[in-house]
Structures are given as structure tokens and as C-alpha cells.
């Protein structure tokens, strides 16, 4: 399992959308930063990862630090020490710029 | 294998993003922090490209706004880690150290002491050395 | 250990895409194997013909053609960031092999280091 860090917003960078082609099928993601916004429920980015990724996660604090609530129900809220975690038993972390 | 049996990791870690230009280096140190709290090892943090900044001492931050660059100084003091400031990054934005400072014939150095000038060996060095590399982009 | 780069930038625009390519040099100098795969707008890394002394630059053609010099022969382009920019094969330097998909994915999967910038 390979972790793709996700940092920004896709209405701004294409890298977020770029992401998407290299994550395998065993893939993890997780969105922090502006990359949050991408998790926000029925747009087409936070649906293409749901779909490409084994599982996508969004930390937490950066979620409630931008007040956004709405994100897909099935993105795992985790904690900075739950995200330190994951990125240690991946084996590689892929961060996305 | 490195501290196995506890299941406590090592890490490289590389940053990119200058204190203002993104909160990359802010989720950066935060992300260091809760490493050190898990009980994990830092074996060395590499400050490239923009990140150089975080090297310098000599930034004064509103009162009402968090001063960056001090609190990572801050962490590596308090947690005795191994720090990096590349020197070609470093150099071309200004970060010299004592010895830097005199050779190049600039008044003051720049860059706190806590970290050091070196090179980009240091960092693979710290990717072949530990379990886990991570880079905070810009 | 086998390295693989991630060279996502394009050459001019900030200084990543030249320090992206020191740490590839600086990697190949500790004797590792490395791997690289330009993709999204770093495939315009390798376009041919590029006069970056007019923007007072160093080419980054001339690391390029250093990386041989180094044994640094696995060098990878991604098909379908070259199809959505308008490029093919001829617009880019010949050294490098193109790829799609399911082989750039397997790249990743297979090198012990993955190093995006």
C-alpha cells in the first residue's frame, strides 16, 4: 500500500487531479490542507477518489479548522497521530503538491 | 530492522514550503511533533528549496501570528534532533552561518545554530538510514 | 536500494524541477539505483530545442544528457501526460522511454524509495 498525501484544492491545482492516475487499486489517500476541500460530498473529485483508492481518509483538524462539514461519508475522519501512523506502515508516502 | 520490537519507526522527513508561501511547513512541524509524541525517531529533517527559511533567526512575526520559523528551531532544540539546512537553498536565500557569513563577507549570520549548512548527501544518507521517508511539498 | 523520482514540474517556472534533478545526481552519486518518470508538466523537462539562456537559465537538456554519466539509465516518460499537452515522442528527448499507465503504476510499486517532487 502506497499513501498519496494530498495537499491541494482541486479547484485550484491540477495536482490533485493528477493524483488520481498513479494511485493504485491497494492505494491509500489521505487530503490535508487545502486538499480537505476535495473530500466535500457529490463533487466529481471527492467521487474519482472514492473511487480509485482502496480507502481515503482526511484529517481531521484540518477539515474543522476550515469549518467544512460536508464531506463524503465515506472518507475516515483520522487524528494527526492516526495520520503519523498510516504514513509509517505505507510503503511509500506519495505527496502531491 | 530498527526498534522492531517496540514497533517505533525512523523517519526522514523533507520539507519544502518557506514559512508564508503555504501552511505545508506549519502541517510539517505539526506532523513532527505528533511523530515525537508516538515515540518515533526523527533521524533527520532536511530544510530544502524554500524551506530554508525556517533556518532563519532573524524573522519578527506580528505578536497576534504564530513566528514559524521559531518553533521549528524550537523543536529541534528541545528534542535534540538532527537538522539540515541545504546549503545551495540556504546560501542563495541568504541563510549563512558563522563561517558562511565571513567567507562571503556579510555582516551577521542568519541561520540559527540549532541546525546546520550541508549538502543533499545528508539526505539520501536519511532515506537509506530510516524505515520511512515523507516529503511537505510547497 | 532502487529510487524511483517523481518529476512532476515544468523546467523554468520555479526552481523545483533543477533541485528535483540535483537530488536525482546527488542519489545516483551515493551508487543507488535510480529510476526516473516524468510526468504531468514535468514531460516538459524533456522537450527538445529549449533556449533557457534566453531566460538567463541553465538548459535543463544539459543535465539530461549528464545522466549517463552517472548510470542512470532508466529514465521514463508518462504516455498520457505527453497526450494531454499536445506532444509526442518527437518533442521529447529520445532518452527517454514512454509508458502508460499500468507500467508507471508498477513502477511505483516496485522501487523501495518513491521521491515525488
Known sequence: MNLHIIHKSANTHQSAHNALHLIHQDDYIILIDDGIYNAISQTDISQAYLNTAKRCFLLNEHALARGIENTDKNFTHITMAEFVELSLIANNNISWY | MPNSQTDKKTLAIMVLSSPHASAHAQTALAYCQSVLDAGHQIYRIFFYHEAAYLGNTANCAPQDEINLSDRWQQLIQKYDIDSVVCIASGLKRGMLDTTEAKRYEKTTASLSPCTELSGLGQWIDAVNQTDQHIIFGN | ?117
Open chain 3, 1 to 117: 536500494m532502487k529510487y524511483l523520482y517523481l518529476l512532476r514540474q515544468a523546467p523554468y517556472q520555479s526552481s523545483l524541477a533543477r533541485e528535483a534533478l540535483d537530488m536525482v545526481l546527488a542519489t545516483a552519486a551515493f551508487d543507488q539505483h535510480v529510476q526516473l518518470l516524468f510526468i504531468n508538466d514535468g514531460v516538459f523537462q524533456l522537450q527538445k530545442g529549449q533556449q533557457a539562456d534566453l531566460l538567463q537559465q541553465k538548459n535543463i537538456e544539459k543535465t539530461l544528457q549528464a545522466f549517463a554519466l552517472y548510470d542512470i539509465n532508466d529514465v521514463y516518460c508518462c504516455s498520457h501526460s505527453l497526450q494531454l499537452r499536445g506532444l509526442t515522442t518527437d518533442n521529447i528527448d529520445a532518452s527517454a522511454q514512454v509508458i502508460d499507465q499500468a507500467q508507471c503504476q508498477a513502477l511505483i510499486q516496485q522501487a523501495d524509495k518513491v521521491i515525488s517532487l
